[in-house]
């Protein structure tokens, strides 16, 4: 075989980078024009031998009987890989899934997108979902908005049924975007809080608690913490100042007003490593009595590290879900350090599930250790969560259509079917609607105590009401 004309796929579940990705699709072109390809299948072994056969016929004269029959039997070979390829394409659903592994957000990608790979993988183990195959197609688009745009048109050409999205920038751009070619999208935890209205973004699912629910909840067990009455309390609002930062300030502010508590804002600038001005304004002169922070990728760290060293008790300030790791913990110093700290979630936290104890049992029959990414749990978890709420859409539109293979908007009124999923505890009571894509706005509360993140309560929901009206004045 000519070297040009030598392949091996990609195997299910591996990630590459926008540039290696792009790599590979130039490079199937290229084999593809040189083989004299006539058609495209997405099984690059029998796509390639394939083609190999046609130039080996074609490039000749003659033949003797001998090449002749060698030949025909290559062919049927050939004729029987691509029957075989395409059956196992029938019984395949593709996965789009977006990550940041080397960009601004890698903190939160190098452990939430293994967890995702890994729940899909014990699927496939155990026969896929319904009969189906799941092969996920990931993308690194380093936090930037055009390789996530160009990531979903490369999801599209492979016929993914959904799309994971991974950043609120992502997110509003890829919104028309997915609604005109009908591909839904999830936002766990980010993005557009409006899109929890499943009328009026049909194809944007947050799927978890959005900032909107994550401000409610903050404000919710501020309360708690502070004796049950907000009234002439002070809260200060810490936020790194971009769009997501900015998000849930609508109902901060509106909560602030019903409650009779007074907010002042500080807003920290890109990439968030600086903001001991921020912090000594909040404990030198401002002197809340709660802090609520929104930060994420190096900046919570750097806020624990600054709130301790100004002797502000870290008991009186709670993390939006992307300041709320073990990593941001370590990379504060330690949980001596962090201690105290309260954080929101919407995924369980720790390895004491059954879904990942199934997980470490796959690992342990190939021979190989529990995936090191698993010391995040926070975020690993979260992972997991992702993939798992993905299958179970796939699984209810393969249900819903007899076993069939489902479209993309089959999968989509799948998720839109999604009832008390909560995958042995990990999350809360899932229940998803087509005019609910957030599935209640549900977090719980860990906290910093004795060395680890500790429990701090069951699943809760806060100011729904508060919510919804807000959903009907933007919608």
């Not at 058609?39 to 003659?62: D, K």
Request: hydrophobic share 40%.
């Amino acid at each position: 075989m000519p070297a040009s004309c030598r392949a091996s796929s990609p195997a299910p579940g591996s990630s590459c980078s926008a540039a290696s990705s792009s790599s590979f699709w130039w490079w199937s072109r290229r084999v593809s024009t040189a083989c004299g390809a006539t058609s495209a299948t997405t099984s690059a072994s029998g796509h390639f031998r394939i083609e190999y056969l046609q130039q080996e016929t074609q490039g000749g004269n003659t033949m003797s009987k001998s090449t002749s029959w060698r030949t025909a039997t290559i062919a049927a070979g050939a004729i029987a890989l691509a029957a075989g390829a395409a059956s196992a394409q029938d019984k395949e659903l593709v996965f789009g899934l977006q990550c940041d592994r080397t960009g601004a957000t890698q903190t939160v990608g190098i452990y939430l997108c293994p967890g995702y790979h890994d729940y899909i993988n014990l699927l496939n183990s155990k026969g896929g979902v319904e009969g189906y195959k799941i092969r996920v197609m990931e993308i690194d688009h380093e936090y930037k908005v055009p390789p996530a745009m160009e990531a979903h048109e490369r999801f599209k050409k492979e016929g993914a049924v959904l799309e994971g999205i991974y950043g609120t920038p992502q997110t509003a751009a890829l919104t028309k975007k997915l609604e005109e070619d009908k591909i839904l999208g999830t936002s766990p935890g980010f993005g557009t809080s409006a899109a929890t209205d499943g009328k009026r973004y049909p194809y944007i699912f947050p799927i978890a608690a959005s900032y909107w629910s994550q401000g409610a909840a903050a404000v919710a067990f501020a309360k708690k913490e502070l004796g049950g009455s907000l009234k002439d309390k002070k809260i200060a609002y810490l936020f790194y100042d971009n769009p997501a930062g900015k998000e849930p300030l609508v109902i901060l502010e509106d909560l602030a007003k019903s409650e009779g508590f007074e907010l002042r804002t500080f807003a920290v600038p890109a990439p968030g490593v600086e903001m001991a001005a921020q912090v000594l304004d909040i404990t030198g002169r401002y002197k809340p009595d709660f802090v609520i922070a929104h930060l994420f990728g190096r900046a919570p760290s750097v806020s624990i590290k600054e709130f301790k060293g100004k002797g502000y008790p870290l008991s009186k300030v709670i993390s939006f879900v992307w300041g709320a790791s073990e990593a941001d913990i370590k990379a504060a110093g330690g949980y001596e350090v962090a201690n105290g700290y309260h954080t929101l979630h919407f995924a369980g936290v720790g390895l004491d599930f059954q879904v990942i104890k199934d997980i470490n049992g796959m690992y342990q029959t190939q021979g190989k250790p529990a995936p090191k990414e698993q010391e995040i749990s926070v975020f690993y978890n979260r992972g997991v969560m992702i993939a798992a709420i993905h299958a179970e859409a796939a699984r209810n539109a393969i249900k819903a259509k007899g076993g069939a293979k489902p479209t993309s908007e089959d999968v989509k009124k799948g998720m839109e079917a999604i009832k008390d999923f909560t995958l042995g505890g990990m999350v809360p009571p899932m229940q998803i609607t087509p005019e609910d894509h957030e599935g209640g706005g549900w977090v719980q509360v860990w906290t910093v105590k004795d060395g680890k993140l500790a429990k701090d309560g069951d699943w809760f929901q806060a100011y729904r009401e508060v919510i919804k009206k807000h959903l009907a004045l933007v919608n």
